[in-house]
């Protein structure tokens, strides 16, 4: 069986063959791998294969016959897969093409680890060897005689064949694709950059072409000095050589991105262990896996799927998720990412989630859309675009004019020099790659770092936010509180209390809840049943307990049920004081007592305020909780400002009002109840682990779930929009300089005309640039 690695058999082979090149191909992704770098590698029947990460060696030693098979080839995807524009992601149709306004091809939308190397980067750089091998005589001739006077013994005549011979080619084969999408945007009315790269190419190519082929019907204005009508099969060639360079560029820059995401999705393992019935183990590969499988895994080991911890306790890095390197405890009942490593104990996991619907998978989703979202800031470089294809195309009439009625002779041969290179140097390549691809490696780069991003709106929005809202339970504390004491009422026993208490709370998720039920269940509590169980939303839980009437919420929500909590005042105001959080119980109508929750505040939180301080952001508190443990955790902290007791709506409001008031608002929260508010602001942020609601809210999800996140988001969404800035800075004024250059600006004062190839390098030099300037995001430091 033949296999690519086969031309690039490694030094060391059996033979003691030398490899003659320095490349090989991965036969997982198809990318192409240097020798020399330092990537993994693999033996397989005494070949070595060479792969571009970890994650693609794995998948390979796990099944080498899947890609080393005949069918190696990934298989095309389903019918009735949408593809969609990389810059233009409101196109979407079943099947490839080519995008009707851009010209560019189309891409699957959904990312899949298995989809192979976008084929324009083998096919384009088939066309570029080509191209470059066919131009490079028509380059030497040309700049031999021009700088060197160096000509060829050849009459002009056959000179002339010899170079239609070889720029033809280059035009119509190498050049083809942006031959054929100029001629769709023309047919379309869409105008974009292939608009003009065709019209200077033909018209370079034809002109050469008839002066070749019926030299006589060229006008003496079009002649030389010598006579002889001017060739320009060089400008053509050399313009859809640069052309194909600067494409091979952009096209890489994508798919690095996209090789980001494939590397992300195989930090999952390949194979697990699966746990039978009579308690062996078997090794599996991970996609036979399904939901209530169990799962043993060792130290050392990633988590193959998301699920649940069984059996045992260990301690999880889950830098890979969240960004945050150190190491999370994990018991019976904790959930697990898959990916995360395993770095201690050994267990068991229950799978719950597997495949497509990992957490990983959804990331990296979430991620490629949100990769081809648009910016509002890219609507100006749509505007622009708009008129300025038409723009250039009237620019180079003119300059065709100016030079044929007033320039020296040759007045027409200037004329078409000054024409198509102001239809190539003006090409606006550079403008419509200056927002999507900054926006495509920033995002990449924020979910390497635990920073979600759902458009690219959110994201830009969030780099002018000067008010952040943040809700108090699970954002700024712990989001697991702890029971910190119980005061009964008269009669009342406090065991008791705290028993009825927790049997009823058991039925409502909230963190406070489950510290009264862990409290009890510590203490060995049995717990009844509760029924006619009700939580109005951010106020409290009723229901009723060993035929008692239970109501369990603050003071204002009890006197809703007729039931006064004044003796119990100083009690818990001094608890609140010390950051406690007090929650008042009564029974058949009557006070019964108070408990006490503590919820520790984050570990680095007041670090993270100061630095978001330092951002120029104000900080308002948003908190269903009392006002005095509020401001507590507030003072504790620097909190600017602080709301207290407001319901979910109340959030909502405030948000509202804080917009009203000139101020552009981030709200972050990871609750049901903060998923109005989330609605609500310019830019909803959802934290950590928080209610699906609550992420379905945001523009942001902070997978860290801590205000360092907030820090890093911050940072990444400032990184970007000055990237995209200067990007779009720098095409608006390579274009404005370009044009006039290209018309002959220079040539009354210094006899400069600037010659068609020129401007090709020139214009490939732009999107250079600016795919170089995108690139600095990957290194961006959070």
Same mark, same amino acid.
């Given at each position: 069986?033949? /296999?690519?690695?086969?031309?690039?058999?490694?030094?060391?082979?059996?033979?003691?063959?030398?490899?003659?090149?320095?490349?090989?191909?991965?036969? @997982?992704?198809?990318?192409?791998?240097?020798?020399?770098?330092?990537?993994?590698?693999?033996? /397989?029947?005494?070949?070595?294969?060479?792969?571009?990460?970890?994650?693609?060696?794995?998948?390979?030693?796990?099944?080498?016959?899947?890609?080393?098979?005949?069918?190696?080839?990934?298989?095309?995807?389903?019918?009735?897969?949408?593809?969609?524009?990389?810059?233009?992601?409101?196109?979407? %149709?079943?099947?490839?093409?080519?995008?009707?306004?851009?010209?560019?091809?189309?891409?699957?939308?959904?990312?899949?680890?298995?989809?192979?190397?976008?084929?324009?980067?083998?096919?384009?750089?088939?066309?570029?060897?080509?191209?470059?091998?066919?131009?490079?005589?028509?380059?030497?001739?040309?700049?031999?005689? /021009?700088?060197?006077?160096?000509?060829?013994?050849?009459?002009?005549?056959?000179?002339?064949?010899?170079?239609?011979?070889?720029?033809?080619?280059?035009?119509?084969?190498?050049?083809?694709?942006?031959?054929?999408?100029?001629?769709?945007?023309?047919?379309?009315?869409?105008?974009?950059?292939?608009?003009?790269?065709?019209?200077? $190419?033909?018209?370079?190519?034809?002109?050469?072409?008839?002066?070749?082929?019926?030299?006589?019907?060229?006008?003496?204005?079009?002649?030389?000095?010598?006579?002889?009508?001017?060739?320009?099969?060089?400008?053509?060639?050399?313009?859809?050589?640069?052309?194909?360079?600067?494409?091979?560029?952009?096209?890489?820059?994508?798919?690095?991105?996209?090789?980001?995401?494939?590397?992300?999705?195989?930090?999952?393992?390949?194979?697990?262990?699966?746990?039978?019935?009579?308690?062996?183990?078997?090794?599996?590969?991970?996609?036979?896996?399904?939901?209530?499988?169990?799962?043993?895994? =060792?130290?050392?080991?990633?988590?193959?799927?998301?699920?649940?911890?069984?059996?045992?306790?260990?301690?999880?890095?889950?830098?890979?998720?969240?960004?945050?390197?150190?190491?999370?405890?994990?018991?019976?009942?904790?959930?697990?990412?898959?990916?995360?490593?395993?770095?201690?104990?050994?267990?068991?996991?229950?799978?719950?989630?597997?495949?497509?619907?990992?957490?990983?998978?959804?990331?990296?989703?979430?991620?490629? %859309?949100?990769? =081809?979202?648009?910016?509002?800031? %890219?609507?100006?470089?749509? =505007?622009?675009?708009?008129?300025?294809?038409?723009?250039?195309?009237?620019?180079?009439?003119?300059?065709?004019?100016?030079?044929?009625?007033?320039?020296?002779?040759?007045?027409?041969?200037?004329?078409?020099?000054?024409?198509?290179?102001?239809?190539?140097?003006?090409?606006?390549?550079?403008?419509?790659?200056?927002?999507?691809?900054?926006?495509?490696?920033?995002?990449?780069?924020?979910?390497?770092?635990?920073?979600?991003?759902?458009?690219?709106?959110?994201?830009?929005?969030?780099?002018?936010?000067?008010?952040?809202? @943040?809700?108090?339970?699970?954002?700024?504390?712990?989001?697991?509180?702890?029971?910190?004491?119980?005061?009964?009422?008269?009669?009342?026993?406090?065991?008791?209390?705290?028993?009825?208490?927790?049997?009823?709370?058991?039925?409502?998720? /909230?963190?406070?809840?489950?510290?009264?039920?862990?409290?009890?269940?510590?203490?060995?509590?049995?717990?009844?049943?509760?029924?006619?169980?009700?939580?109005?939303?951010?106020?409290?839980?009723?229901?009723?307990?060993?035929?008692?009437?239970?109501?369990?919420?603050?003071?204002?929500?009890?006197?809703? %049920?007729?039931?006064?909590?004044?003796?119990?005042?100083?009690?818990?105001?001094?608890?609140?004081?010390?950051?406690?959080?007090?929650?008042?119980?009564?029974?058949?109508?009557?006070?019964?007592?108070?408990?006490?929750?503590?919820?520790?505040?984050?570990?680095?939180?007041?670090?993270?305020?100061?630095?978001?301080?330092?951002?120029?952001?104000?900080?308002?508190?948003?908190?269903?909780?009392?006002?005095?443990?509020?401001?507590?955790?507030?003072?504790?902290?620097?909190?600017?400002?602080?709301?207290?007791?407001?319901?979910?709506?109340?959030?909502?409001?405030?948000?509202?009002?804080?917009?009203?008031?000139?101020?552009?608002?981030?709200?972050?929260?990871?609750?049901?109840?903060?998923?109005?508010?989330?609605?609500?602001?310019?830019?909803? $942020?959802?934290?950590?682990?928080?209610?699906?609601?609550?992420?379905?809210?945001?523009?942001?999800?902070?997978?860290?779930?801590?205000?360092?996140?907030?820090?890093?988001?911050?940072?990444?969404? =400032?990184?970007?929009?000055?990237?995209?800035?200067?990007?779009?800075?720098?095409?608006?004024?390579?274009?404005?300089?370009?044009?006039?250059?290209?018309?002959?600006?220079?040539?009354?004062?210094?006899?400069?005309?600037?010659?068609?190839?020129?401007?090709?390098?020139?214009?490939?030099?732009?999107?250079?640039?600016?795919?170089?300037?995108?690139?600095?995001?990957?290194?961006?430091?959070?």
């Amino acid at each position: 069986m033949s /296999h690519d690695h086969a031309a690039h058999a490694h030094a060391s082979s059996a033979e003691g063959a030398t490899a003659e090149v320095a490349t090989a191909r991965d036969p @997982v992704c198809g990318m192409t791998v240097r020798l020399d770098a330092g990537k993994p590698s693999a033996e /397989h029947d005494g070949r070595t294969f060479h792969f571009c990460c970890e994650g693609c060696r794995t998948k390979f030693t796990a099944d080498p016959d899947r890609y080393l098979s005949p069918r190696a080839p990934e298989p095309p995807p389903p019918a009735g897969t949408i593809y969609t524009c990389p810059m233009h992601p409101e196109v979407r %149709q079943v099947g490839p093409g080519a995008c009707p306004k851009c010209g560019m091809a189309l891409e699957p939308e959904a990312f899949s680890a298995d989809q192979p190397p976008n084929p324009e980067i083998a096919d384009f750089t088939r066309r570029l060897w080509i191209g470059a091998v066919l131009t490079a005589p028509l380059l030497v001739a040309e700049m031999g005689a /021009h700088l060197f006077g160096l000509r060829l013994p050849l009459s002009a005549s056959v000179q002339g064949w010899g170079e239609l011979a070889l720029a033809t080619p280059v035009v119509w084969w190498a050049g083809w694709p942006f031959l054929e999408r100029g001629a769709a945007s023309l047919k379309s009315g869409h105008l974009n950059m292939f608009t003009l790269i065709a019209l200077g $190419v033909m018209a370079a190519w034809l002109f050469s072409t008839v002066a070749v082929l019926a030299p006589g019907v060229i006008p003496a204005e079009f002649r030389g000095m010598d006579g002889g009508p001017p060739l320009y099969f060089e400008a053509a060639a050399v313009i859809v050589v640069l052309v194909l360079v600067g494409q091979l560029l952009e096209l890489n820059a994508r798919e690095r991105t996209s090789h980001a995401l494939r590397a992300l999705l195989d930090l999952a393992p390949a194979r697990a262990l699966r746990v039978r019935a009579d308690g062996t183990d078997e090794d599996v590969a991970v996609e036979v896996v399904r939901p209530g499988d169990r799962l043993r895994v =060792r130290p050392g080991e990633k988590i193959p799927v998301d699920g649940e911890v069984l059996e045992g306790r260990t301690a999880v890095d889950e830098a890979l998720i969240t960004g945050e390197s150190m190491p999370v405890g994990k018991g019976p009942g904790d959930s697990l990412a898959a990916g995360s490593l395993n770095t201690s104990g050994a267990v068991v996991m229950r799978a719950d989630k597997v495949g497509a619907d990992t957490l990983l998978s959804q990331i990296v989703q979430l991620v490629a %859309q949100a990769q =081809r979202s648009r910016a509002p800031i %890219q609507g100006l470089a749509d =505007r622009v675009a708009g008129w300025f294809v038409p723009a250039v195309v009237a620019a180079a009439v003119a300059a065709f004019a100016v030079w044929a009625l007033v320039g020296p002779q040759p007045r027409l041969a200037h004329a078409l020099v000054a024409a198509v290179s102001v239809l190539i140097i003006a090409c606006p390549c550079a403008l419509g790659l200056a927002t999507p691809i900054s926006i495509m490696v920033g995002v990449g780069r924020g979910a390497h770092a635990g920073v979600l991003v759902r458009n690219a709106e959110a994201l830009e929005r969030f780099a002018a936010v000067d008010t952040l809202a @943040v809700d108090k339970t699970g954002t700024l504390t712990e989001g697991h509180p702890a029971y910190a004491g119980i005061e009964p009422v008269g009669d009342f026993d406090g065991a008791v209390l705290l028993r009825l208490a927790a049997s009823l709370e058991r039925s409502s998720e /909230h963190p406070i809840a489950r510290a009264i039920v862990e409290a009890a269940a510590a203490r060995g509590y049995a717990l009844a049943e509760a029924t006619d169980f009700d939580a109005p939303a951010g106020r409290g839980v009723t229901g009723t307990v060993e035929g008692r009437r239970l109501a369990i919420g603050s003071a204002g929500f009890l006197a809703e %049920q007729g039931a006064d909590a004044a003796a119990l005042s100083d009690w818990a105001q001094a608890k609140r004081s010390e950051g406690a959080t007090v929650v008042f119980v009564a029974v058949d109508g009557a006070v019964a007592g108070a408990l006490a929750v503590a919820d520790p505040v984050r570990e680095g939180a007041r670090a993270a305020v100061e630095a978001l301080h330092a951002a120029g952001l104000k900080l308002v508190m948003l908190t269903g909780d009392n006002a005095v443990t509020a401001r507590a955790v507030a003072d504790r902290l620097g909190i600017d400002e602080v709301r207290a007791e407001v319901s979910p709506a109340g959030k909502a409001q405030a948000v509202q009002a804080l917009r009203k008031a000139g101020k552009v608002v981030a709200m972050a929260g990871d609750g049901v109840n903060d998923a109005p508010a989330l609605a609500a602001a310019d830019v909803g $942020v959802a934290m950590g682990g928080g209610a699906d609601v609550a992420k379905e809210s945001a523009g942001l999800t902070l997978l860290g779930g801590d205000l360092s996140a907030l820090v890093r988001a911050r940072r990444l969404s =400032r990184a970007v929009m000055r990237n995209i800035r200067q990007n779009l800075a720098f095409a608006f004024v390579y274009n404005l300089a370009g044009v006039p250059l290209a018309a002959g600006a220079l040539y009354p004062a210094f006899g400069w005309l600037l010659s068609p190839a020129i401007a090709a390098a020139a214009m490939s030099l732009s999107s250079v640039s600016v795919v170089s300037n995108a690139l600095r995001l990957n290194a961006a430091k959070l």
